[in-house]
Nanobody
Framework: QVQVVESGGGLVQAGGSLRLSCVVS????????MGWYRQAPGKQRELVARIIGVDKTNYEDSVKGRFTISIGSARNTVYLQMNSLKPEDTAVYYC??????????WGQGTQVTVSS
């Protein structure tokens, strides 16, 4: 069984930075892709960034050049470094683990609020 727990959200001024962490426990060998999603009030959940394996990354256009997804040395933690934050980045951020079984494990989310 796999569990996903996010942390690192908070309140930051526009232009500031935050680093989100996602700790994965359980059978991590079954995971092939990790992703960060976000959902703003009244909007659909959207993919922000994902990492396939250990180094193949994809980003949503609005965060390219500002956000970086990476995997920690212990291979059970995924980070989302967010720089140059904008008020429109305000959302609940979720971590997702894609397993070889075909299912996706979601975390509970962490709130990111960017003030102008």
């Amino acid at each position: 069984q796999v569990q996903v727990v996010e942390s690192g959200g908070g309140l930051v001024q526009a232009g500031g930075s935050l680093r989100l962490s996602c700790v994965v426990s359980g059978s991590i060998s079954s995971i092939h892709t990790m992703g960060w999603y976000r959902q703003a009030p009244g909007k659909q959940r959207e993919l922000v960034a994902r990492i396939i394996g250990v180094d193949k990354t994809n980003y949503e256009d609005s965060v390219k050049g500002r956000f970086t997804i990476s995997i920690g040395s212990a291979r059970n933690t995924v980070y989302l470094q967010m720089n140059s934050l904008k008020p429109e980045d305000t959302a609940v951020y979720y971590c997702a683990a894609y397993r070889s079984l075909g299912d996706t494990i979601w975390g509970q989310g962490t709130q990111v609020t960017v003030s102008s």
